[in-house]
DNA sequence: TGGAACTACATCGAAGGCCGAGGTAGTGAT
DNA sequence: ATCACTACCTCGGCCTTCGATGTAGTTCCA
């Protein structure tokens, strides 16, 4: 709506960087979270992660690593960067307004 | 995100019709509600907020009459069908879902 | 041996939302 | 006259999202 600057991705990228404030992880453990967290009712999509998860790495809010496991595919596993953990909290906190300013238009009140 | 159909505006709708819940008004009108509701947070701009409401006509939700003012240009003044009440509930209804599960993930908790 | 189911990565294209910019037009104040 | 505000509207383009699709390894079962 209002003031977000053009490169921001509305809600996923701050799911993708709370997920990984807790330690790092791989894109398809990333998407399982989501989903256990939010009871299924949140999918993040690989259409949606995996560019969602390289634009990240270009704005050096993460960074990742190739990990070869002798169980399965190949991991390449993010890690928030420090730059990642400012836009966290930055995030986090527009969320937050944002959905208190929804909240006080549906509640037909005046003021978030 | 998960399991939003195509053709429903995230939470712009949602805005129009909880604002149009406490009676009729038009467009620009809208606008400046959902403005001072929000503390100027949310600005709905008129890009966005007339093609809503042709969409809005369009599926029945709202129904909009034109009214002649002497003062200032005519206005096409909206009000809720009986349709429209119930998307509003149905969309408040989701909203709160969805909301509460982006603090789940935000917050590392496990379920909504 | 075959294959279903799951992990895990990735890209592409279509569809659609959002908004800046631009346009029209009336009113009222400087 | 010009600015500022009300009030409507459309167009073009950027961006996000996701369905579809592809690759490839693992595990389990019949």
Do not use: C
């Amino acid at each position: 709506m209002g003031s977000q600057s053009r490169e921001a991705r509305p809600q996923n990228d701050l799911l993708v960087l709370a997920v990984l404030a807790e330690g790092p992880a791989h894109g398809y453990a990333i998407a399982q979270e989501i989903n256990r967290r939010t009871d299924g009712l949140l999918r993040m999509k690989e259409g949606t992660l995996y560019p969602l998860l390289h634009s990240l790495e270009r704005q050096r809010l993460v960074r990742a690593t190739w990990r070869e496991s002798e169980r399965g595919p190949a991991r390449r596993t993010y890690h928030l960067t420090a730059k990642g953990k400012r836009a966290l909290s930055d995030r986090t906190a527009k969320w937050q307004r944002f959905s208190r300013a929804v909240d006080a238009v549906v509640r037909g009140e005046a003021r978030a």
